[in-house]
Nanobody, 122 residues
């Protein structure tokens, strides 16, 4: 089970830190990531990290602003979001896949959390 938290309302230019608590299994051998879905739009990739945290991927629109990290000892995943923009408004989902390699492909993720809403006001 993946439980995301940390969403909320923030002004443009502000910061939020999303967290994902993983339970029910050990995710240290799983790649993990974040996707988001804005109102009326399809889910899109945000960031992913390999099982050993050696590789990270980001969608172009968040590069330099968002940082993904994981703590395998605590079975947690985080997304630090800085310089937030109104277009970052979305429900953010924590995901994991049965494989060590990070990917940007939605269909390759096997486990999804319930999502946490991030709203950025202009």
């Amino acid at each position: 089970q993946l439980q995301a938290s940390g969403g909320g309302l923030v002004q443009a230019g502000g910061s939020l830190r999303l967290s994902c608590a993983a339970s029910g299994r050990t995710y240290s051998s799983y790649a993990m990531g974040w996707f988001r879905q804005a109102p009326g739009k399809e889910r899109e990739f945000v960031a992913s990290v390999s099982a050993n945290a050696g590789t990270m991927y980001y969608t172009d629109s968040v590069k330099g602003r968002f940082t993904i990290s994981r703590d395998n000892a605590k079975n947690t995943l985080s997304l630090q979001m800085n310089s937030l923009k109104p277009e970052d408004t979305a429900v953010y989902f924590c995901v994991a896949r049965r494989g060590t390699i990070a990917t940007m492909t939605l269909e390759r993720y096997d486990y999804w959390g319930q999502g946490t809403l991030v709203t950025v006001s202009s």
